[in-house]
Nanobody
Framework: QVHLVESGGGLVQAGGSLRLSCAAS????????MGWFRQAPGKEREFVAG????????RYTDSVKGRFTISRGNAKNTVYLQMNSLKPEDTAVYYC??????????????????WGQGTQVTVSS
């Protein structure tokens, strides 16, 4: 079993930056492909960014390309999401997700086996 804990959410003005962190505990001896999803009020959860187990492959949804950067930390199975030039439409609960193995990061929720509890990001205009 893997337990994911997100941190780093908060309130920021439009144009500002936040850095989200996700740390995995439990069966961390294995390698996991990791991703970030978000869910805005009244909307379905959507893929934001993902990174392969090796860290060599990343993927972003079009709306965040050039503004967000996903990266893996030095600690195994730690992942970050650096969010710059934030917009009010980025407001959502952000979830960290993981799937066992090193895969091309997919956009489908069902590909990920483990989920964090979410962290709120609010961008004011």
């Amino acid at each position: 079993q893997v337990h994911l804990v997100e941190s780093g959410g908060g309130l920021v003005q439009a144009g500002g930056s936040l850095r989200l962190s996700c740390a995995a505990s439990g069966r961390t001896s294995s390698t996991y492909t990791m991703g970030w999803f978000r869910q805005a009020p009244g909307k379905e959860r959507e893929f934001v960014a993902g990174v392969s187990g090796s860290g060599g492959t990343t993927r972003y949804t079009d709306s965040v390309k050039g503004r967000f950067t996903i990266s893996r930390g030095n600690a195994k199975n730690t992942v970050y999401l650096q969010m710059n030039s934030l917009k009010p439409e980025d407001t959502a609960v952000y979830y960290c997700a993981a799937r066992g193995g090193s895969w091309f990061p997919t956009q489908q929720e069902y590909d990920y086996n483990y989920w964090g509890q979410g962290t709120q990001v609010t961008v004011s205009s």
